[in-house]
């Protein structure tokens, strides 16, 4: 079936950058599927970052965002990853990949999503 | 950014029960509003695409309705596993954007 297997959780320091990753398998990576990244602050409404097509690499950041994340992915790994750079204490939260529940289409909702990424940012 | 509003915030139910969560849209978004599940520590899970669409392998105890601003969830018996936080998400405009989510807890 279906999967989506992220990284393991991570502490980073203010200021650091944080790079999570995403392994997706049961499906072909590259058809033109998009993969997006949201995150969950404690106690937090869930917040899109952005996302990528991992056919043609093309991405769309949120504009909070702009400047400080960077989506990528490796087709020959099947691996999506997310860079969050500049971390500050208000980026602790948890951290998912998701797919669209249609195929290579954005404005649907997201199914299924990664277990996700705790990333803990302290002094 | 479109904002999403959901009511209430948190309400109480028992088993059996009908419930009923609202979401309201900023401005019009169309069809293009997703509900989810959550429970505590766990990814979302989609029931509801495309406002009315149900997810393959969701319980049709779950139905959604609406269109434009204003939409719900309806669950037309409650069920122990059910107790949980849903959310709201248009996908009609950047950023895509998520409600404050309702939390189902037992009475």
């Known amino acids: 079936q279906v999967q989506l297997v992220q990284s393991g959780a991570e502490v980073k320091k203010p200021g650091a950058s944080v790079k999570v990753s995403c392994k997706a398998s049961g499906y072909t990576f590259i058809s033109s599927h998009i993969m997006h990244w949201v995150r969950q602050a404690p106690g937090q409404r869930l917040e899109w970052m952005g996302w990528i097509n991992a056919d043609n690499g093309n991405t769309k950041y949120s504009q909070k965002f702009q400047g400080r994340v960077t989506i990528t992915r490796d087709t020959s790994a099947s691996t999506a990853y997310m860079e969050l750079s500049s971390l500050r204490s208000e980026d602790t939260a948890v951290y998912y990949c998701?797919?669209?529940?249609?195929?290579?289409?954005?404005?649907?909702?997201?199914?299924?999503w990664g277990q996700g990424t705790l990333v803990t940012v302290s002094s | 950014d479109i904002q999403m509003t959901q009511s209430p915030s948190s309400l109480s139910a028992s088993v059996g029960d009908r419930v009923t969560i609202t979401c309201r849209a900023s401005q019009s978004i169309g069809f293009y509003l997703n509900w989810y599940q959550q429970k505590p520590g766990k990814a979302p899970k989609l029931l509801i695409y495309?406002?009315?669409s149900l997810q393959s392998g969701v319980p049709s105890r779950f139905s959604g309705t609406g269109s434009g601003t204003d939409f719900t969830l309806t669950i037309s018996s409650l069920q122990l596993e059910d107790f949980a936080t849903y959310s709201c998400?248009?996908?009609?405009?950047?950023?895509?954007?998520f409600g404050g989510g309702t939390k189902v807890e037992s009475k």
């Open positions: 998400q248009q996908s009609y405009s950047y950023p895509l954007t």
């Open positions: 495309a406002a009315s």
């Open positions: 998701a797919r669209p529940v249609v195929p290579a289409t954005v404005r649907v909702g997201f199914d299924p």
